[in-house]
């Protein structure tokens, strides 16, 4: 904890992130014979699948960087807020990772984008039928929400109302409103919906990835300001720096999906123009595209600044996302 | 409120709790242009199909019969509990019926039990197709969690506890450890997971239902009791109560299965039999498998009358279930 929230490089920070995490998932998944092992094995197959934990790391990062806002404003200069907020910040970003991961399997269904392959894997209805896919992501939404609301252990008025306010944040992100809803669109997009057909334009593409992926990392950044007892501003700044970072990452997405090779991204590359969507490339082209993710983490950063959120981690990692690779 | 928890016949409790379900579900499910329209149309042409709304029924009941539990015992007699039980109450109830909705609309799917008609009415997939109906499920399930989160809005620790708790129990009954899970071992059972097929004996078909529709069955009442205000015994009793419920429910849903027809039903009748799930006319013949619900009834009986939650409609709630028709 202390260790994670003071690493002393962002590739550190991440790798004891991403370590924490994998172990609390580990203990918090439930295992047989509490369930039955089919569940069990499929859930697990998702989730350690080697996902790049970004929402998790986008939680710790904002905990953190709300604890560091806090310290520095102590009259007492002491560090006391700090070291707990990565725990607080955990099962949130745990949960929110068990979403994220949940609606993978969901998404690349026959009855969605009908995927087979993903981080180089075949996807889980291919290895466990359709049925136990849709059952174990029912399972992990369902754990997700759980997790919230048992860890961390308080009777703690302040901290059962922190807990209160993420698990209506991240339902909100998850939901009709956020991801759901925006799958919903790309699937009438995809003339998935006999009679629900869409047309989309760049802006109803945005609204569409603002829904779709935005609002669940824009919550992932949020529940770790809340949990880390971040005043209004500071839950404020910590969802927008996260909006701008996760429209950079959709960009991103959409320009590896044109340019990177099935083996860099461990999927199947140009799947999007294969399959018609609207993408930033298709719609702006290559370099404006560029120029549109970079615009983002400007903007990303200039949030920081006026928040008082600059010290820690949070524009690195806006720098990781609109410079990765796969 | 009072009306409700004070009507005067069960025909009046259940016409009233119905009416105040389907009033709040129909006020708390988002509509556009907070979602979608498709996932609204989706959700709600599932969660207003004329259900039975069983478990908020179980929900409400079990939080009027603790408030009158509660106001017995008080000194000064007065009906102070009484009255606000069943508003506390309401969002659980809803976000039961919600979590109980999504699992027909998954269950329903080709890749699961692949019904096409239920409630009379063809199955959701068959209207919106796959893609959606798996989406509009997974949106109630997010909207379930949101809804006990938010409802009802307060800053009281105790309540906020009350409502974490609520949500951890509802989430273990709907996740791999419940209700998931018995729909998993079902799958596995009527050989559609390949490789991880299942036999079923009389212990482990009860094992199955246990899971499968007994855990959301329980976690109604519970949630109820404890929205009330229950200590941990009306809690346990509630919950055991509503354990004997639901597997009398069960038997009784199969003893239909058998006899009943599609008209009565709303779904097709024989239908178990036609796929070689064991049930428990199959197992016992339809004469012990009566007696053994009525044997649940009794014994949800005593357990009211041990812990003092004989007022209300409970009983008159287990043998509603018993004697039903459809």
């Not at 092992?37 to 699948?49: K, L, N, T, W």
């Not at 949960?95 to 087979?116: C, G, N, Q």
């Not at 294969?274 to 200039?302: H, M, N, Q, V, W």
Request: glycine share 10%.
């Amino acid at each position: 904890m202390g260790q994670v929230a003071r690493a002393e490089s962002l590739a550190a920070f991440i790798e004891q992130a991403r370590l924490r995490v994998d172990r609390a998932l580990d203990a918090w998944l439930p295992a047989p014979p509490a369930c039955p092992a089919i569940v069990s094995e499929a859930m697990r197959y998702s989730v350690f699948a080697g996902g790049k934990r970004l929402r998790p790391i986008l939680t710790l990062a904002a905990a953190d960087a709300v604890a560091r806002q806090i310290e520095s404003r102590s009259t007492s200069g002491s560090a006391g807020a700090g070291p707990g907020a990565i725990d607080l910040a955990l099962p949130a970003a745990c949960a929110i990772e068990l979403i994220h991961t949940y609606s993978l399997i969901h998404d690349d269904l026959p009855a969605m984008d009908d995927d087979t392959l993903r981080r180089g894997r075949p996807t889980l209805h291919v290895v466990y039928g359709d049925g136990v896919a849709i059952l174990a992501g029912d399972a992990l939404q369902a754990e997700a929400f759980g997790l919230l609301a048992r860890e961390p252990e308080t009777r703690e008025a302040g901290l059962a109302m922190r807990k209160l306010r993420v698990a209506a944040l991240v339902a909100e992100a998850a939901g009709a409103a956020g991801m759901v809803g925006g799958q919903a669109i790309d699937l009438q997009a995809a003339g998935q919906v006999p009679g629900y057909g869409l047309v989309l334009d760049s802006t109803s593409l945005e609204g569409m990835h603002r829904q779709k992926t935005g609002a669940l990392i824009r919550a992932s950044a949020a529940a770790g300001a809340v949990m880390a007892g971040g005043d209004e501003e500071a839950v404020d700044a910590a969802d927008r720096w996260a909006a701008d970072v996760g429209l950079a990452f959709q960009i991103v997405d959409d320009i590896l999906d044109v340019e990177g090779s099935a083996g860099d991204l461990g999927k199947t590359a140009g799947k999007d123009a294969a399959r018609d969507k609207p993408t930033y490339p298709a719609l702006f082209g290559i370099d404006r595209s560029r120029t549109l993710a970079r615009e983002c983490l400007d903007r990303s950063r200039s949030t920081l600044a006026r928040a008082a959120l600059g010290a820690g981690w949070l524009h690195e990692i806006a720098e990781w996302v609109v410079s990765r690779r796969n």
